[in-house]
């Protein structure tokens, strides 16, 4: 007995630990490895807590009578969080191999792998590269073109934080391979998922001044400039960690207390269809390049910022920019019985992404969530596509299915609903 509650404690205990890993404050020691295959996946042991996290940012906000909650944007955002994550367990980290390679082969200088300056430097040197990473992603069309994925919601919380591109990892290694000189694989893949965890807390409207840390580090009040689609807010606060970056490049603005913050892209998306919003800017890129008559302004459209047009400097100027002043949210109104459905069929894809860290077979499982993923968005959007799509899926999952457990059962039962509402549909249309 004494050594369940024991075992207990430890749990806790680790738990606790997951929730300081938020605000980057863990034990130097034991986050220091001579060896990779030592580094744990800090990015999955905090999801759980992090869950909790936005329940409770949730709970706040509806007793300030700030709740601005609407599961359409909070289950596309975890929608993105699925397929990213999904994308990382499937490519095992091999953007990684590049990093080893160099630094096993190439590096000037290899630091101590358990000096405390080591530690030290990766910190800083690792945030040193995602401010590059991010500018980088805002200020080159080519990669905004995925980056902008995680600035589509017109909402800003917690799981806004989740909304990223399948792509960003691919987008953005290059850009730490310098480190790989002389900082060791072990310390860099440590410290490139805790900078990515901090980063997480940030989007949230729960905190507003936090002191003397907003001189130093990135904090929400910051973050939220960030995220808007002001004209003061573009292209602005990029720091993953601290903001001393910005501060000494040019690129800090201090949030507005007069002006709204108004949250997602300049032109915003009207779907909640993920997989479109994945891809729906890497077609219009690739329109405006089409669109150039000169090879010159073809490849600028590229590589040149979004809102660059020929004549313009690199990034454009202000004044030719679309100044959004108000929004109306894309928010349409789906019958209540859909709600539920959707969060039924949700909850399963959630159970099906967790079995998919511990199975090594998962191309299926990931092919099904997608699928899933994106008819969910399709009924929020209230497409006419969306009721066969959804029926199509569920007897796809039937014909797939070897146990006849619960989730069999309940895709039984969802063929019988989606059967029914389209013979309503179909009748409702003759009339």
């Known amino acids: 007995m004494n050594v369940t509650y024991y075992q ?37 042991q905090i999801w759980i807590p992090f869950f909790i996290l936005i329940i409770l940012e949730q709970l706040i906000l509806f007793i300030r009578k700030k709740s601005s909650f609407r599961l359409n944007d909070h289950i596309t955002s975890l929608s993105h969080w699925i397929l990213q994550e999904s994308g990382r367990i499937f490519f095992l980290g091999a953007e990684y191999y590049v990093y080893i390679h160099i630094y096993n082969e190439y590096r000037i200088w290899s630091l101590p792998w358990n000096s405390l300056w080591t530690w030290y430097i990766t910190v800083i040197g690792v945030d040193f590269c995602y401010y590059w990473v991010h500018r980088a992603n805002h200020e080159i069309h080519l990669l905004w073109s995925q980056h902008q994925v995680h600035h589509s919601s017109e909402e800003f919380n917690l799981v806004v934080g989740l909304r990223q591109s399948i792509m960003q990892q691919w987008c953005s290694f290059m850009f730490y391979l310098p480190l790989a000189l002389f900082i060791p694989p072990s310390h860099f893949i440590t410290h490139h998922q805790l900078n990515l965890i901090y980063q997480l807390w940030l989007h949230t409207t729960l905190f507003n001044h936090l002191g003397p840390l907003e001189y130093i580090f990135n904090t929400p009040r910051h973050h939220r400039v960030h995220h808007g689609c002001n004209i003061y807010c573009l292209d602005k606060n990029y720091g993953g960690v601290f903001i001393i970056w910005d501060r000494m490049f040019g690129t800090f603005a201090e949030e507005q207390i007069k002006e709204e913050i108004i949250y997602g892209l300049v032109v915003s998306p009207q779907t909640f269809n993920p997989i479109y919003l994945q891809v729906f800017y890497t077609k ?92 969910i968005g399709l009924l929020f959007d209230r497409s006419s596509y969306a009721s066969i799509l959804e029926l199509s899926r569920c007897i796809l999952h039937i014909l797939c299915t070897v146990n006849l457990d619960l989730v069999f059962y309940i895709h039984l039962l969802s063929c019988f609903i989606w059967i029914v509402h389209i013979i309503y549909e179909m009748r409702q249309l003759r009339y």
């Open 8 to 44: 207990q404690f430890l749990e806790y205990s680790s738990q606790i630990k997951n929730l300081g890993k938020f605000l980057y404050i863990v034990n130097p020691y034991e986050t220091t490895f001579e060896f990779l295959a030592e580094v744990p996946d800090y990015q999955q």
């Open 284 to 375: 219009m890129m690739i329109e405006k390049c089409c669109n150039m008559r000169t090879i010159t302004d073809k490849l600028a459209a590229i590589w040149k910022g979004p809102s660059w047009i020929p004549g313009l400097p690199r990034l454009g100027l202000d004044k030719y920019k679309i100044h959004v002043t108000s929004r109306i949210k894309y928010n349409p109104s789906i019958p209540k019985w859909q709600y539920f459905y959707i969060i039924l069929h949700f909850c399963i894809i959630l159970h099906q992404h967790f079995n998919i860290y511990n199975n090594e077979d998962c191309k299926l499982l990931i092919m099904n969530n997608i699928l899933s993923l994106t008819t």
